[in-house]
């Protein structure tokens, strides 16, 4: 079945200090996409980057970097320099190409990780 | 650009009163568009899809339905309202797949609205 995990439920930090965002996936699909989502406090899901299972070189957007390893199954994000804006709950999700014409291509949402980033 | 809408923004209903959100996207055309809900615990589940107009597709059966009256509008509806009801309604949109002509469901990103903030009481 397919699943999404992120252990980490809180992570608090002091500005400036890197922080990374665990995501761990488990699906038998072998075409599948991973997406990250931003939700600040004001609700809104922020899309911040996706990746589809052929492609797993990682992905540097300023401050924000992806490092994807198919052999542990996870996507993990990281914040360099962490700052008070960036406070919010990330989502990690998957798409598999496999449920496409049952469940409409489908996000499977991980619980999120709530940061906090404190000045 | 793209935009998508969601209204009202927040709203207080009492139990057993129906309801009604709406969604709509401008800039696209033929999009797929999905209702997802957000319950306190933080997990989003999704209720509706749809590749179409009165194309609907339930994920989850309970006292929710999902129309699609226009190609850019998609609304949310409940006849009468659960307490379990509450909760944080999402609406998204993404690029339709294509093949054989025929509109398809896709994998592209899905890119969410605003979302409205359901209180049942």
């Known amino acids: 079945a397919q699943k999404v995990t992120q252990a980490q439920t809180e992570i608090s930090v002091v500005e400036k200090e890197d922080v990374t965002l665990d995501c761990v996936y488990e699906?038998?699909?072998?075409?599948?996409?991973l997406f990250w989502y931003k939700q600040p406090p004001s609700g809104e899901l922020v899309f911040l980057i996706r990746r589809n299972s052929f492609d797993e070189q990682n992905e540097i957007s300023g401050r924000y970097s992806w490092n994807f390893q198919k052999s542990t199954s996870s996507f993990n994000f990281t914040i360099t320099a962490s700052q008070v804006v960036d406070s919010a709950v990330y989502f990690c999700a998957l798409s598999e190409a496999g449920l496409l014409y049952n469940q409409g291509g489908k996000l499977i949402f991980g619980q999120g990780t709530e940061l906090s980033v404190k000045p | 650009s793209q935009t998508i809408h969601q209204w009202p923004a927040t709203l207080v209903q009492p139990v057993g009163s129906p309801l009604s959100l709406e969604c709509t996207v401008e800039?696209?055309?033929?999009?797929?568009l999905y209702w997802y809900r957000q319950a306190a615990g933080r997990g989003l589940q999704l209720l509706f899809y749809s590749i179409g107009i009165d194309q609907i597709s339930s994920e989850v059966p309970q006292n929710l339905s999902a129309s699609r009256p226009q190609d850019r509008q998609f609304i949310l509806s409940s006849k009468k309202l659960l307490l379990s009801d509450s909760g944080f309604y999402l609406c998204?949109?993404?690029?339709?797949?294509?093949?054989?002509?025929?509109?398809?469901?896709?994998?592209?990103?899905?890119?969410f609205g605003p979302g409205t903030r359901l209180t049942v009481l």
């Open positions: 699906t038998r699909d072998t075409t599948y996409y």
């Open positions: 800039g696209t055309s033929n999009p797929n």
């Open positions: 998204a949109w993404n690029l339709a797949g294509l093949a054989g002509g025929q509109v398809q469901p896709s994998t592209d990103t899905q890119y």
